[in-house]
């Protein structure tokens, strides 16, 4: 502002034009154009997926690299989209399209999709979703932050399953990440969301002092008790 007015022949203090910017609420333009990582990953969450690989290994001793999506806003994974020993660019760029017809299908309306720089995802990968719509975003080089929500999954996923299971060949694995996959979008209780899941909203508070007396509580145990799931008696 400051510059335009001086080509137009108005002498003005720069001191000047920022107390009227300042009285409007308006911070000065180089603030203004600075869109943060965080205020990118708030303003696109609902339209935000974010991807990752998982290393695990077999009884046998094999190598096994799990490839999942997550949604940003809403916590639930979209699909584990597949567990193999040889993750080639033909695989991941079939993943890729299977992510694309499953979002189609789902009538999801998706932008932006976040990954980190690991060789195992082919310039296919990339090319398969731009030709849907979805621009891929990098995270930085050894910022794993960036990719917040999909690590802290990783890590859940780690704990609460691969970390407690003896994995027996890739099928059992597939099985195993099928039911977890189950669990976490439907019934494990997520801080982030006030102990809801993804596809489960928290009920209403038992507020009867009566009936919280007569609860019947039942434990259903997934993947020979690795993980439990409660609720209430038929």
Request: hydrophobic content about 45%.
């Given at each position: 502002m400051h510059g335009e007015l001086a080509a137009l022949g108005i002498k003005?203090?720069?001191?000047?034009?920022?107390e009227f910017l300042k009285a409007g609420g308006i911070d000065p333009?180089?603030?203004?154009?600075?869109?943060?990582?965080?205020?990118?990953?708030?303003?696109?969450?609902?339209a935000l997926l974010a991807c990752d690989f998982i290393e695990t290994v077999t009884l046998t001793g094999q190598r096994q690299y799990i490839l999942a999506v997550i949604e940003h806003a809403s916590r639930r994974?979209?699909?584990?989209?597949g567990a193999t020993a040889h993750p080639t660019a033909h695989w991941v760029g079939q993943a890729a399209r299977n992510l694309v017809m499953d979002?189609?299908?789902?009538?999801?309306?998706?932008?932006?999709?976040?990954?980190?720089?690991?060789a195992k995802f082919p310039a296919l990968f990339d090319q398969i979703l731009?030709?849907?719509?979805?621009?891929?975003?990098?995270?930085?080089?050894?910022?794993?932050?960036?990719?917040?929500?999909?690590?802290?999954?990783v890590q859940t996923c780690r704990h609460e399953l691969l970390d407690r299971t003896v994995i027996w060949n890739e099928r059992h694995l597939r099985h195993a990440l099928r039911e977890f996959e189950r669990h976490h979008n439907g019934?494990?209780?997520?801080?982030?969301?006030?102990?809801?899941a993804p596809l489960r909203v928290v009920p209403e508070p038992i507020a009867d002092p009566g009936r919280i007396a007569r609860l019947d509580i039942r434990r259903h145990d997934r993947l020979g008790g690795v993980i439990h799931e409660y609720r209430h008696a038929a």
């Open positions: 003005i203090a720069a001191s000047t034009v920022w333009a180089p603030d203004r154009s600075v869109t943060t990582w965080a205020d990118f990953l708030r303003s696109q969450a609902g994974a979209v699909r584990v989209l979002l189609e299908n789902a009538g999801a309306a998706v932008s932006y999709l976040i990954r980190d720089r690991d731009g030709d849907a719509g979805i621009k891929v975003v990098l995270s930085g080089i050894r910022m794993p932050q960036m990719n917040s929500v999909m690590e802290r999954w019934r494990r209780p997520h801080q982030a969301m006030n102990q809801a």
